[in-house]
């Protein structure tokens, strides 16, 4: 899922427990009520903004989750104890997860 689109816009397709907790969202939210559904979104890697009229907006990924998520879906192997990504891996081996992580926001986030 990309952060580029509000995934408020797509919460059919959302997993059920992030379903759940967006349906506590019935407009009528204080600032305080959604900090706290916030941080419990935030706690299965989503987040979301709201404006001062405490209107709820740009629900997203955060780049953990979204990194999470790109390991998981086969676009990083491990070979000889080196992290590779598919589209380069004998070209490109990543010593540690860090410089994975670095990879993957500077290459595959900005694209």
């Not at 899922?1 to 992030?18: A, E, G, Y």
């Not at 967006?22 to 559904?37: F, H, K, M, P, V």
């Not at 903004?49 to 192997?77: C, K």
Request: net charge negative; hydrophobic share 35%; glycine share 4%.
């Amino acid at each position: 899922m990309s952060t580029c689109q509000d995934l408020f816009r797509f919460v059919d397709q959302l997993p059920k427990p992030i379903r759940a907790i967006i349906a506590q969202l019935d407009g009528e939210q204080s600032y305080s009520e959604l900090t706290t559904i916030c941080a419990e979104l935030e706690q299965h890697g989503y987040t979301f903004d709201f404006y001062l009229d405490a209107e709820p907006y740009d629900l997203r990924m955060t780049l953990d989750a979204e990194f999470q998520e790109w390991i998981n879906d086969g676009n990083v192997m491990v070979k000889d104890g080196l992290y590779c990504t598919q589209d380069a891996q004998y070209k490109n081996r990543i010593a540690d997860l860090p410089s994975l992580y670095d990879y993957f926001f500077k290459n595959i986030m900005q694209q």
